[in-house]
């Protein structure tokens, strides 16, 4: 019985470690993931303005627009 005990609190002690071992992050994980969302967000900023830019191009002083200083 004694055997038993012990064979299975070593079991789940090396099952503890290895868990704990494999849910934290490495600080590698933790960079690719930040460059990640950097290229995200910039990929996202570049879209918006890139809309902008074309739904504003009609209202910016061009030499066909009545604001255009001649």
């Known amino acids: 019985m004694k055997k038993r005990f012990w ?3 070593a079991g789940l ?7 704990a071992g494999c849910t934290e992050t490495a ?3 933790r960079y ?8 995200c967000d910039g ?3 570049g ?5 902008d ?3 504003l191009l009609n209202s910016r002083p061009s ?6 200083n001649r």
């Open 32 to 39: 690719r993931q930040m460059t990640y969302r950097r290229v």
């Open 53 to 55: 830019a074309a739904l």
């Open 7 to 9: 064979m299975l609190a």
């Open 63 to 68: 030499h066909l627009s009545e604001w255009y």
């Open 13 to 19: 002690a090396a099952v503890t470690l290895v868990g």
């Open 27 to 29: 600080s590698h994980d």
């Open 43 to 45: 990929d996202i900023l």
């Open 47 to 51: 879209v918006q303005d890139d809309t």
